[in-house]
């Protein structure tokens, strides 16, 4: 008889603490979720632009080109730095009203 009421008792403890665990992560994850949602609403709203998946990576790879174009000019390549430019500056128009 005391067997079953320890298990119970230990079944109940390590409930709890699985609970605990999954609530706070949970908790956490939804935090995150929801920084990062303010973020991206915060940026698109600044630059005008949509809030899609589809923008945010046009954006990235937009300032991917832009930083190419400035490490070309500092690498003295005047005539990549001016194409790296020009598709960089075309793509962040592209997607910025």
Known sequence: ????????????????II???VD??????????????NFVEGLSQALGMDTSVISIVT???GLILL????RAF??????MGIIWLVLGLWLLSWIIH
């Open 1 to 16: 008889m005391q067997v079953e009421g320890f298990s119970e008792w230990l079944g109940q403890v390590l409930g709890s």
């Open 19 to 21: 609970r605990f665990i």
């Open 24 to 37: 706070a992560l949970s908790g956490l994850f939804n935090l995150l979720s929801n920084a990062s949602s």
């Open 59 to 61: 954006l990235i790879l």
């Open 67 to 70: 930083w190419s174009a400035i």
């Open 74 to 79: 500092l690498n003295a390549s005047f005539i």
